[in-house]
């Protein structure tokens, strides 16, 4: 659906049922909000998301809001952006302080642990879709070589080194507009010399 035909209602829908039904904070909440806005709406394409994902990493504080706050922007500007943030969160909050007495007097059900245990492998599993499908974005896009290289660059810098994650990303996208720089002047150089012989 093309931004221009993108109702309030449908932000409001989208960015409420990824609210509600993302489990577990932001990395179950991701897979969600990528199925709303590639695959139901067709807001953003798989670049743009990754793109957006990288940025929202970099910045602080939970990223399911920045990401809801980027789309309902791209879609309609500031008012978008409010409408979606507020869809997402707002039902969860509802729902969490009216259920936190509940959840208190449950907490130590064999019934409440098991349906949050049988959850986490849901989430292992949509979590690894994901990853997936960027790795072999990142293995056509870059090539076998580079897509190794960078994923053990990243390994080390984080696992390692223990670099924030924001560092990471941003170190990541510099070289990316390097590497983006790079290219267009290599191709511009070849055309050149293919025009001259």
């Given at each position: 659906?093309?931004?221009?035909?993108?109702?309030?209602?449908?932000?409001?829908?989208?960015?409420?049922?990824?609210?509600?039904?993302?489990y577990g904070?932001?990395?179950?909440?991701?897979?969600l909000i990528?199925?709303?806005?590639?695959?139901?709406?067709?807001?953003?394409?798989?670049?743009?998301?990754?793109?957006?994902?990288?940025?929202?990493?970099?910045?602080?504080?939970?990223?399911?809001?920045?990401?809801?706050?980027?789309?309902?922007?791209?879609?309609?500007?500031?008012?978008?952006?409010?409408?979606?943030?507020?869809?997402?969160?707002?039902?969860?909050?509802?729902?969490?302080?009216?259920?936190?007495?509940?959840?208190?007097?449950?907490?130590?059900?064999?019934?409440?642990?098991?349906?949050?245990?049988?959850?986490?492998p849901v989430?292992?599993?949509?979590?690894?879709?994901?990853?997936?499908?960027?790795?072999?974005?990142?293995?056509?896009?870059?090539?076998?070589?580079?897509?190794?290289?960078?994923?053990?660059?990243?390994?080390?810098?984080?696992?390692?080194?223990?670099?924030?994650?924001?560092?990471?990303?941003?170190?990541?996208?510099?070289?990316?507009?390097?590497?983006?720089?790079?290219?267009?002047?290599?191709?511009?150089?070849?055309?050149?010399?293919?025009?001259?012989?």
């Open positions: 659906m093309p931004a221009g035909l993108t109702t309030y209602k449908d932000i409001i829908f989208a960015m409420g049922r990824t609210g509600i039904l993302g904070g932001g990395p179950s909440v991701i897979p990528r199925y709303e806005a590639i695959t139901r709406y067709h807001w953003v394409d798989d670049d743009e998301f990754g793109e957006t994902l990288a940025l929202a990493n970099a910045l602080p504080g939970p990223i399911a809001p920045k990401m809801a706050a980027y789309l309902g922007y791209k879609l309609k500007g500031t008012s978008g952006a409010i409408v979606a943030v507020v869809s997402h969160i707002l039902p969860t909050s509802i729902a969490v302080i009216a259920l936190l007495g509940t959840l208190y007097s449950l907490q130590h059900s064999k019934v409440v642990m098991g349906m949050i245990a049988a959850v986490r989430i292992l599993v949509m979590l690894a879709m994901m990853g997936y499908e960027f790795i072999s974005k990142a293995w056509k896009g870059l090539g076998k070589t580079f897509a190794i290289l960078f994923s053990l660059i990243a390994f080390l810098l984080l696992n390692t080194l223990q670099l924030h994650p924001g560092i990471v990303v941003v170190l990541f996208l510099g070289y990316g507009a390097f590497h983006l720089s790079w290219m267009d002047r290599y191709k511009k150089r070849k055309k050149q010399k293919d025009a001259s012989s």
